[in-house]
């Protein structure tokens, strides 16, 4: 494998085919074709098996990986600087993004599984294509592609959770209504108005369950999203102020402030 390889597709079977730096550099996608593995991701352990697929972002923290012995995968590692250089919307990614950090595993049918699997090849296709006149701008469009594929995917699969989660407990559907709505709701109330019960009560199911407030339920989440629009480039701090509702861009940066301990500028500074 070439060092500045941007994109790599390979057959698996061992953690040894593996890129060294994989999870630092790479955003990495598996499609599980037998067997299972097992990995410690972001501190808790998960199996995937035949059919599912894997996604692990470039940065998150993966290890203790354990293949059984029949194991066989598909794997595409796409290098970070070329995915987020290739975003085709910063906004349409979040929900993408942040559920692939809580749920690694996606259970796509069969027609998304063919799909995937088309994609995977079509990428590796154009990025072999060196010699081709419009090299960088048409692998940044099948870059596009294959994100936006990807996110119908993972789209579908939120919608499938959310579903399953109507009938959850009144925590469960709390948290399901925060990772939905806290891009522009950020008040307890407006949560506890759509569970039907006062602030208060939300706050002691919160606490019950997990020992946090569910105002810092609602920060958790927000801040989560403000990194990731703030590492895209893309958008201005205007911008990203009017997407999640602030009435100005100075509410905006003392709200990123209390969050972050620094403001949105500064922020971006840190990161270059």
Known sequence: MAVNQKVMLCKTVSASQFPEDFNIRF?????????????????????????????????????????????????????????????PSAT??????????????LHPDKKDKEKILKNFKLLYEMSQETGHRFYEEALKLQMQIFLLEMWHIFEDELDRRKR??????????????????????????FYSDKLNITPKYLNYICKVNTAITASEWIQR???????????????????IADEMDFSSRSFFTRYVKK??????????????
């Open 259 to 272: 969050l972050l301990g620094v403001t949105p500028k500064e922020y971006r500074e840190r990161i270059g």
């Open 27 to 87: 955003h990495t996608h598996i499609y599980c074709q037998s067997g299972s593995l097992k990995f410690v991701f972001n501190g808790r352990q998960y199996q995937s098996k035949r059919g599912e697929f894997i996604f692990w972002l470039a940065g998150i923290n993966v290890s203790d990986l354990f293949f059984s012995k029949t194991f066989k995968a598909t794997i595409l590692f796409v290098d970070s600087d070329l995915l987020t250089a290739s975003l």
């Open 92 to 105: 349409a990614s979040i929900d993408s993004i942040i559920h692939s950090k809580e749920y690694p595993i």
């Open 164 to 189: 399953s989660l109507q009938s959850g407990t009144l925590y469960e559907q709390f948290i399901q209504l925060v990772q939905e709505h806290c891009m522009t709701q950020r008040e307890v109330g």
């Open 221 to 239: 989440n927000a801040k989560e999203r403000i990194i990731i629009l703030l590492q895209n480039k893309n958008l201005n701090i205007s911008e």
